[in-house]
């Protein structure tokens, strides 16, 4: 996408557009705002003194600062899911962070259009959780569920020309999650002010109903307040050039149709992801009563039996990861920077894919996606009307499932990225006639609101939705792991293929390596941690190597969601009893966001662009030369020599002997003896093609400092992630330094958070000091709105100080 042309529509969707000729304004409010983590009698009145609150900006979230704390949300609960079959204490399920409680948020505002005419309303990307929205303190409306979108008109609330006070209070129970859900209000907040004549909020639906190499049938549909209109609409692609129009006048009821053909379309897909923009103008006569512009991409999405996803003719697998909504040391505030990054990362493994478990994904992920070309699996709810967790949104079930899953669509349903729907993850309502029931009911909803996707739910319980027909109902059958009951799954489920809704659960520790080296489940060692050989997993879970198998051999296995990219706040399984540790281990990357080994075994299979050559574990194991301490190797070569101080250890490649043979080189008799390791992959003649080396470091020596971003936007908003690696002499990598390092921000820029990635680890992000996990962590550096440099210094006992500069324009 051309940036100036993006600017512009970003500019004239999300921020106020402050032309004469553009009936409505948008603003989003992120400034300004008052916060108390308590609740406050009357707190919506408007006469409460406020001065001792806290001023923040939104998306914030008010409890990662911690501290940490074993006793927080500690549950005493048996996890049905998880097969255990006695109640035990749980610490740090939630991430034990201080989550729980009342907050209010309040902020004063004017409306300077408000005027005779004029509609005002209030949207919410989010609110953790049980909203209750106060103006001029009088309540304007309530929601329940944290992770749903919502608005409300505000109109008849508002004092014209005057400051208005907006309240809104939030409450988190106890018990109401089974990982880190955030608290506060950690998307976005904006107000929308336009004509009574208007588009209805999300009431603009664009679909592409016939796509081939010369023309595509863009139909938008589109939902209006107001009578006796006109609605002009231009297309435009991403170089801002005008490719189809179109003119109506008819209004079916409150709605229009407009179809228009877009010549020879670029298409949207996950390798050359294509915009385009409808700007859609509203009149009355002949005046201009609103205007709206909204992207969307030109895509043919069909599921076809024993194929799956046919994306523009092509069968598509998903090679996609699930992500929990936090950025670990940020928590659950939006920043898309953090967003950005994520994808990046996963980009280049070769991830195609993204499922928002278990809810409604933030908008800005979406917008990143169509960008980037991730498919999107959006969710809706882990839980239906049967528990969980005892105050989870069962509670709430009755009262706002069809509303979330509307406002999930409509606001939605215009993102190219999003190819499926989910109904749920693993909801108890597998079990029994009222589950079946219930999900017929949600599945209907999704397929009133859009009739161009599918939906599928994330299966646990497979051996039990065979017998009931739970499974059978969906569009697609989702299976939460239970890779045993693929073949028979694809037999008796009438869809024609299955879809690995998620997978492995592989668990893993940075830079962690155990003995001996095999395969485990639900192992736990004293130091908290688990091994990086990527061979342990829960009691219900599995190696990739398995998933592998299914994927690369039955077409009829669509694809999987990898439990989970990164490690996110909460569920630290296999230690939901071990205290310290507060999150989890199932990430390919870390909480920190560096990838752990398995990260190249996945990218060894899924980037078949790009080489992979990864090693492990270190060479660093003192006290035990002479012992065997296996070597791994992830890559895209099938075969590969390895050397121990030059000395081989011989070829190995490939083979079907086992599943592991089939994905990893594997040498497991190696003698340790300090020194290196060397491997030199083999191209297909068996010739040298590429090679990597891991040597014995020395001691600790200076800090190696690495910015994935050197130029920032000086927006405020825009990070830079600085990854510190502690070195010896030479610039090895030390694997098994822990020194204490501090850190100073200088210039146009602030310190925001650190992170090391290590799921035991009680020192609070937000504090300018942490320890290096085997050698590593990474300092997040914010913008301020002042353009300059920033320099970013590390200092640790004993090392040298480390300086990067960074450039904020
Ligand atoms: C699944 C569940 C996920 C997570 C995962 C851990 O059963 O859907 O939310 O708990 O297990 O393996």
Redesign the pocket.
């Known amino acids: 996408m051309k940036p100036i042309f993006y600017f512009f529509f970003i500019a004239c969707l999300f921020t106020a557009c402050s032309s004469e000729q553009v009936p409505r304004h948008v603003y989003t409010l992120e400034e300004g705002w008052k916060f108390i983590n308590q609740d406050i009698e009357n707190g919506q009145k408007p006469g409460i003194n406020t001065d001792t609150w806290e001023t923040v900006t939104i998306p914030h979230d008010w409890a990662i600062k911690g501290p940490f704390d074993k006793e927080i949300d500690k549950q005493t609960v048996r996890i049905e ?1 998880n097969q255990e079959n006695t109640a035990t204490e749980k610490t740090g399920r939630t991430g034990a962070l201080p989550y729980i409680g009342v907050g209010w948020y309040r902020k004063s505002f004017e409306v300077p259009e408000f005027q005779k005419g004029k509609k005002v309303l209030l949207v919410f990307d989010g609110a953790m959780s049980e909203p209750q929205v106060f103006i001029n303190g009088e309540k304007v409306g309530e929601w329940k569920y944290g992770y749903a979108y919502f608005y409300f008109d505000i109109t008849k609330y508002l004092k014209p020309e005057k400051e208005n006070l907006l309240a809104v209070r939030l409450e988190n129970l106890g018990e109401s999650s ?1 990982w880190y859900p955030g608290a506060g209000l950690y998307r976005k907040v904006q107000l929308v002010v336009k004509d009574n004549t208007s588009f209805k909020q999300w009431g603009t639906f664009i679909t592409t109903p016939h796509v081939s190499e010369t023309s595509a049938q863009v139909n938008i549909k589109s939902e209006i307040d107001g009578e006796n209109i006109k609605v002009v609409t231009e297309i435009r692609d991403e170089k801002g050039k005008v490719v189809a129009s179109g003119t109506t006048e008819q209004l079916f009821g409150s709605k229009t149709e407009q179809n228009l053909a877009v010549p020879n379309p670029q298409l949207w897909d996950t390798e050359t992801p294509h915009l385009y923009f409808a700007t859609m103008k509203l009149y009355s006569g002949n005046k201009l009563k609103d205007e709206q512009t909204i992207r969307f991409g030109i895509r043919d999405v069909k599921y076809e039996r024993g194929k799956g996803l046919v994306l523009n003719g092509k069968v598509t697998k998903f090679k996609g990861v699930c992500l929990h909504h936090d950025l670990g040391p940020l928590g659950a505030a939006v920043n898309v920077t953090a967003l950005k990054r994520q994808l990046t990362i996963l980009k280049d493994m070769g991830c195609n894919a993204i499922r928002s ?2 809810n409604m994904p933030s908008h800005e992920q979406l917008e990143l996606c169509d960008e980037m070309g991730f498919l999107f699996l959006a969710e809706s709810f ?1 839980e239906w009307k049967r528990p969980k967790v005892k105050n989870g949104y069962n509670r709430f079930f009755d009262e706002y499932a069809e509303k979330d899953i509307v406002n999930l669509v409509r606001a939605t349903r215009n993102h190219p990225c999003i190819v499926m729907w989910s109904a749920g ?2 909801v108890p309502d597998q079990w029994g006639n009222e589950g079946i029931k219930r999900g017929k009911w949600l599945q209907d909803i999704f397929h009133r609101e859009d009739p161009t996707r599918p939906v599928t739910v ?1 299966m ?1 319980q497979v051996a039990n939705t065979l017998k009931n027909g739970f499974g059978a109902i969906w569009d697609i059958p989702g299976l ?2 239970r890779l045993p009951l693929y073949n028979e799954a694809y037999e008796r489920f009438p869809q024609g293929f299955i879809l690995g809704s ?1 997978t492995a ?1 592989t668990v893993s520790s940075r830079g962690v390596y155990k003995f001996p080296v095999e395969q485990f489940k639900q192992k736990t060692y004293p130091d908290g941690q688990c091994s990086s050989y990527d061979l342990e997993a ?1 009691s ?2 599995n190696v990739p190597d398995e998933d592998f198998y299914w994927q690369d051999n039955f077409d009829w296995v669509i694809g999987e969601f990898v ?1 989970t990219g990164f490690d996110y706040l909460g ?1 630290p ?1 296999p230690y939901d009893e071990y205290w310290p540790s507060r999150s989890s281990y ?1 990430g390919i990357c870390d909480l920190a966001g560096l990838p752990k080994d398995r990260y190249y075994l996945y990218r060894s299979k899924w980037n078949t662009r790009k080489e992979t050559l990864h090693l492990l574990p270190h060479w660093n194991w003192e006290g035990r030369e002479g012992e065997t301490i296996p070597v791994f190797a992830y890559t895209s070569y099938d075969s590969a020599e390895l050397f121990v101080n030059d000395k081989s250890m011989g070829i190995q490649k490939k083979n079907n002997d086992s599943l592991l043979n089939r994905n990893r080189l594997m040498w497991t008799n190696v003698k340790y003896e300090p020194g290196s390791i060397k491997i030199v992959a083999l191209d297909d003649s068996g010739n040298p093609a590429a090679e990597k080396e891991i040597r014995t470091a020395g001691t600790p020596h200076h800090l190696l400092l690495e910015a994935d971003r050197k130029n920032i936007n000086a927006d405020g908003k825009d990070l830079s992630y600085v990854t510190v690696s502690v070195v010896d002499k030479d610039g090895n990598l030390c694997p098994n330094a822990d020194n204490q390092l501090r850190f100073n921000v200088d210039g146009a820029g602030k310190f925001k958070a650190t992170c090391n990635g290590d799921a035991t680890s009680l020192e609070m992000f937000h504090l300018t000091t942490m320890k290096a996990f085997n050698g590593q962590l990474v300092v997040t550096v914010e913008s301020i709105k002042e353009a300059g440099t920033i320099t970013l210094e590390v200092t640790g006992e004993g090392l040298e100080t480390a300086k990067i500069e960074l450039e904020s324009i």
Do not use: A, I, L, V
């Open positions: 899911q089974r478990s278990h882990d993850n693993e994330g646990d939460n792991y998620e659960s829960c219900w879970s439990w569920e399984t199932f």
